[in-house]
């Protein structure tokens, strides 16, 4: 199918151009917004008087809630179409960053930066979106259309951190969360672009009902290595996320490193993200992850063994932004490849809950091992051995698309 070409179920104003552009405008402010919270942990946390365990263990729990709450809300996207599922959520994102700025106690941060917009993330998650983007392109691009997602989500940590950082050094951090908020209402209007129907795009083979799909995923070996995998992901990247600034801050680096490293690793991300999707169109994907995994191990093995200087923090800021969101494209292709795409935004949502408690771990034992040691190196040893797991057991995933009717069967 070409890009040109839309399916005869969509208005004759949804072009798949325009569907992909709204997707990709929605994946810059949910990346953006969400990839920043780590620059408010400083001015936050003493401003509040809180310790780096009670910021941590917010995000932590934004990050859990996200990944419980996203199956849920995958279901309803692909029961009754994304589009109100990702306005009520932007609403919701909204208005708990928006409750940042007025909490005073850790337990009330806990609540509103942790269960109110980790529930608002879950709503607005972009696998909602690439659901509805790969359904108005044909299987040969899904691929390079995920990646271009996540590209596009990877502008958006690359514009937002010297945009964010900017906002709290001029206006201060309170200021800085409120523009926040209001930019995320930006996403209810670019959802009414996208298509609402979930059948739209789905193999015509394709049976059975939301449950039978999910059984027979969790009947699947690969489904769930590849879900194993994808814990090692989000334990690497929120970990950095959300500690890289309180760690520039520890080796004495000016402020603005933190923020210039994690626009480094979402403009890097760019190029990683598209190379990843191209990648997936033409060779295996299971080796690409692999790889992928392999080298976030020796990238964080060769930063935790090397002089700390900014150059040194940009080096691997660099590197880790080619490897950084480049497992998404993968991941889901192999979802989307194996089982197609009826249900894969659903499907893909058990994947990434299986991520959001590795992010979880990440960022909460990040802090605590902090409290406790005054050190991050424990967290690095781990991420490095972390990777290592990673690459090993993705090696044996069967990619090979299951029988459409067993579906219907199970």
């Not at 009670?54 to 809630?65: G, I, R, S, T």
């Not at 060779?283 to 935790?304: D, E, M, P, V």
Request: proline content about 5%.
């Amino acid at each position: 199918m070409s890009l040109r070409q839309a399916p005869a179920s969509l208005q004759k104003w949804q072009t798949p151009l325009l569907i992909l552009f709204a997707g990709s405008i929605m994946a810059i402010i949910g990346f953006g917004t969400r990839s920043v919270f780590g620059l408010f942990l400083p001015p936050m946390t003493e401003a509040r008087e809180w310790s780096r365990g009670d910021f941590a263990f917010a995000m932590a729990l934004q990050n859990l809630v996200w990944g419980l709450v996203l199956p849920f809300a995958a279901s309803l996207g692909d029961r009754y179409g994304p589009v109100r599922v990702l306005s009520v959520g932007a609403l919701i994102y909204a208005v708990g960053v928006w409750l940042m700025t007025i909490v005073e106690g850790p337990l009330a941060l806990h609540f509103v930066g942790g269960l109110v917009v980790g529930i608002g993330v879950a709503f607005t998650a972009f696998s909602l979106v690439t659901a509805a983007m790969v359904r108005v392109v044909g299987p040969d691009r899904r691929a390079m259309v995920i990646g271009l997602g996540m590209a596009m989500g990877s502008v958006g940590q690359g514009l937002f951190s010297p945009f964010a950082q900017g906002l709290i050094n001029y206006f201060g951090w309170a200021t800085a969360l409120t523009l926040m908020a209001f930019i995320t209402l930006l996403i209810i209007p670019l959802a009414m672009v996208l298509p609402n129907d979930p059948s739209l795009g789905a193999e015509k083979s394709a049976k059975g009902s939301v449950m039978s799909a999910i059984r027979e995923a969790m009947l699947h070996r690969g489904y769930l290595l590849l879900t194993l995998g994808f814990y090692v992901c989000g334990f690497h990247v929120t970990f950095i996320t959300v500690h890289l600034p309180a760690y520039t801050d520890d080796l004495g680096l000016p402020s603005h490193v933190a923020a210039v490293a994690l626009s480094i690793i979402g403009l890097l991300n760019i190029a990683g993200t598209l190379i990843s999707g191209w990648f997936g169109s033409r060779y295996t994907r299971k080796l690409g992850l692999s790889a992928i995994y392999a080298g976030r191990a020796l990238a964080i093995a060769i930063f935790l063994i090397s002089p700390k200087t900014e150059l040194s923090v940009y080096l691997f800021a660099g590197v880790m932004g080619l490897l950084w969101l480049s497992t998404v494209p993968l991941t889901t292709d192999i979802v989307a490849r194996v089982f197609g795409v009826r249900y894969l935004a659903t499907l893909f949502s058990f994947v990434f809950l299986s991520h959001q408690l590795g992010s979880f771990v990440g960022v909460w034992i990040g802090g605590l091992i902090y409290v406790s040691t005054g050190s991050y190196d424990i967290m690095w040893i781990a991420g490095i051995f972390a990777g290592i797991f990673a690459a090993l057991i993705h090696l044996p995933i069967d990619e090979n698309p299951v029988p459409r009717l067993s579906v219907s069967q199970l």
